[in-house]
Nanobody, 119 residues
Framework: VQLQASGGGSVLDGGSLRLSCAAS????VGWFRQAPGKEREFVAG????????DYSDSVRGRFTISRDNAKNTVDLQMNSLKPEDTAVYYC?????????????????WGQGTLVTVSS
């Protein structure tokens, strides 16, 4: 499965961005991010089975993951962005019905899209 992520860019502290991942079907989709010098970390995931979502503590309440079935995308709406959100963001899929916070539990990855938040 080939994934395509888009929507990265540069914003000021407190700004918003929306990322999109072209993905459809019976797959669970997640977003991860990797900042320079840091390990890749889970951001959010959404189940294909029941639409349940999961978020990391650092983004809960600011980011929202959702499916757009008309566009066949999974979007990540990012509000109240902070400089520490600066990273390359990746979308990933797994064939299990639930998201996982472990990166090794995901089967396919898209290319990253850079998000830069300036203070």
């Amino acid at each position: 499965v080939q994934l395509q992520a888009s929507g990265g860019g540069s914003v000021l502290d407190g700004g918003s961005l929306r990322l999109s991942c072209a993905a459809s079907g019976r797959i669970t989709v997640g977003w991860f991010r990797q900042a320079p010098g840091k390990e890749r970390e889970f951001v959010a995931g959404i189940s294909w089975r029941d639409g349940n979502t999961d978020y990391s503590d650092s983004v809960r309440g600011r980011f929202t993951i959702s499916r757009d079935n008309a566009k066949n995308t999974v979007d990540l709406q990012m509000n109240s962005l902070k400089p520490e959100d600066t990273a390359v963001y990746y979308c990933a899929i797994r064939y299990s019905g639930t998201p996982s916070r472990r990166s090794d539990q995901w089967q396919s990855w898209g290319q990253g899209t850079l998000v830069t938040v300036s203070s």
